[in-house]
């Protein structure tokens, strides 16, 4: 059955799950207007495709069934797959959600079921936040060697003109640098290191291939800058945003992120960065091997080993935590994973991801705190519900504003 259809017969799923009275209804009215024109009553076949919605309803287990097959539906999956960033790839990531928004649709009934049984109404009359907001329509950017600025819409090849060792493969979702192992049929025109930016805009996510085979998963609302093929004995990148690296290690070719506090240098491991402007502080957490955090300048430095998080605030203050990795680098697994987070930290997050403006009717609440899971790929009307329905407040929304106030 199609969408549009369960969602009009939705609306007379309650009314009929009760009445009595239909089969006969509609043999009565089928048999009249045959015998006035020849043609079944339209409303009765409508009836039959109804009776066939309410037997399934009324089967033992079949509520329970759908929910489960709900709840191990992949939006990561399919949200990849949809290939989100024109207009049919939208239509399909939405057609793929409305397929699997018939389970809650279903739910949705049965709990208007129990609310009608004991009298108590589930709606509120508060202003309803828009449900079709996704994440994923905006194309990264890529900025060249030449500073020409290219979006990076679909699958293609770039072939910078100065280095012809060096070709760039652009996917969906990512960018790849590879060099040849042949001898080039010219050399590179210049000795100079070339660099490209990545910009990764709101509401996007990427994944970046160095080409010394690095790969750098980065966060909405940040960039990268990098050469397109490393030279000499250090390989350096620099961040603003969020961004997982796993290093490719090469011996005697140390691996240096700079950020607006410091710089990260590696030899080969995994770690997490977030440094965003406006940020009171950057975090590094260390996933595999070692890395070393220093100012630029001075010679004091600060290790780090696996499952440990450094902090540095403004002033140079730093802090060296035990942590569990998974809550700062479960964003490049598609997932949301808050554990006693802030709300205005969550919402911070929510804002880069969903592209949207939060404002705050009482500032006290962004010291509540939140814990939390869910799958990054989902409206986020799933996010404010769980919020709403765990921190007692009120979200309103006017187009991609958010207002946070009490209940």
């Known amino acids: 059955m199609k969408w549009h259809k369960v969602s009009g017969l939705s609306q007379e799923l309650l009314h009929r799950l009760f009445q009595t009275g239909d089969e006969e209804d509609c043999a009565v009215k089928g048999k009249e207007s045959r015998e006035s024109d020849g043609k079944a ?56 959600c409305k397929q699997a928004a018939v389970v809650a ?96 805009p709101r509401g996007a996510e990427y994944t970046l291939t160095l080409s010394d085979g690095t790969e750098i998963w980065l966060n909405a609302d940040s960039r990268i800058t990098y050469p397109i093929r490393f030279k000499g004995t250090t390989r350096e990148v620099s ?63 600060v290790e780090l080993v696996p499952n440990q998080q450094l902090t540095v605030s403004s002033g140079d203050k730093s802090r060296l935590y035990a942590v569990d990795p998974i809550y700062d680098i479960c964003w490049k697994d598609g997932q949301f994973l808050f554990q006693q987070m802030p709300l205005e930290e969550l919402f911070k997050q929510l804002e880069r991801w969903y592209d949207v403006e939060v404002s705050y009717e009482d500032e006290s609440l962004k010291q509540l705190h939140f814990t939390g899971e869910l799958s990054r790929y989902r409206y986020i009307r799933t996010f404010i519900d769980m919020i709403e329905k765990s921190a007692g407040i009120k979200v309103r929304s006017k187009g991609r504003r958010l207002f946070i106030g009490r209940e």
């Open 41 to 96: 009553d339209h409303s009765c076949n409508r009836d039959e495709e109804m009776k066939t919605w309410v037997a399934k309803f009324r089967q033992k287990g079949y509520l329970h069934r759908k929910i489960e097959e709900q709840e191990r539906f992949d939006y990561r999956e399919a949200f990849r797959s949809s290939g989100i960033g024109g207009g049919k790839s939208q239509r399909l990531w939405l057609r793929l």
């Open 105 to 200: 649709l279903l739910a949705g009934a049965g709990a208007l079921l129990y609310y009608t049984y004991t009298e108590v109404s589930p709606f509120s009359t508060a202003d309803v936040l828009s449900e079709n907001i996704l994440p994923g329509n905006t194309p990264a950017l890529l900025v060249n060697e030449e500073g020409k600025v290219i979006q990076l819409k679909q699958a293609h090849y770039i072939q910078p003109t100065q280095s012809p060792l060096v070709s760039v493969e652009v996917g969906a979702h990512r960018l790849s640098y590879h060099v040849s192992t042949l001898s080039p049929t010219q050399p590179d025109i210049t000795d100079s290191l070339l660099y490209n930016t990545l910009i990764v």
């Open 239 to 301: 961040i603003s945003g969020e961004a997982y690296f796993k290093v490719q290690p090469h011996e005697g070719k140390s691996f240096v992120v700079q950020t607006r506090h410091g710089n990260i240098r590696v030899l080969g491991t995994e770690f997490n960065v977030t440094d965003y402007p406006g940020d009171k502080q950057m975090t590094v957490t260390l996933v595999k091997g070692r890395i070393a955090y220093g100012r630029e300048g001075t010679q004091q430095q």
